[in-house]
């Protein structure tokens, strides 16, 4: 599968991602996450932009001519280097292609909490540096820092702690000196 990525006027990517689908040239995710917001006293569960601007292109044959994205109004550039046709490559391909097999949609991520430190499991940020910086467990949300394109990104997710453990302790001997 060839996979490029379209960088475009926030307010535009959903027409933008709809009219090329219905060109065929290209199966389109403008990628979604879920995200818990506190109203009226309770958590609730809602789909924000994943990557605000970004609409990814998926194509089994590969896009030669890219002249069709340029009818849109609202595109601004396509990602990737000449060099590789535009293409994705490592782990931007990787990113975008898990997230064609989740017709777009992140839901709540996987983390464990270890000690006082919550660590992210999801395969999805695993291969772009993802990494939790902060946590609201009042909302059960974490804010997720990775790297896209050689872009510093951050979103706030919904956030499944699957596993509680503790640190391994020290033993008690292990600081004791043999006289």
């Given amino acids: 599968m060839h996979i490029y990525c379209v960088f475009c006027q926030t307010q535009r990517c959903e027409v933008i991602a709809d009219g090329l689908e219905k060109t065929g040239v290209c199966e389109t995710v403008y990628p979604k996450i879920t995200m818990r917001e506190r109203k009226e006293g309770k958590n609730r569960e809602v789909l924000r ?20 994205l340029w009818r849109f109004d609202g595109v601004v550039r396509l990602l990737g280097t000449a060099e590789t046709n535009r293409e994705l490559q490592g782990s931007d391909a990787d990113f975008a292609l898990q997230l064609y097999q989740r017709q777009g949609i992140v839901n709540a991520v996987k983390a464990v909490r270890i000690g006082d ?4 499991t ?58």
């Fill in 49 to 68: 932009d994943l990557l605000p601007g970004y609409v990814f292109l998926f194509s089994e044959e590969g896009i030669r001519d890219f002249s069709v």
């Fill in 117 to 120: 430190r919550v660590h992210l």
């Fill in 122 to 179: 999801d395969p999805l940020f695993a291969n772009c540096e993802g990494r939790i910086t902060k946590v609201d467990n009042r909302k059960q949300r974490a804010k997720i820092d990775f790297v896209m394109s050689g872009l510093n990104c951050s979103t706030w997710a919904a956030l499944d702690v699957i596993e509680v453990t503790e640190p391994e302790k020290p033993s008690e001997n292990a600081n004791d000196s043999q006289a």
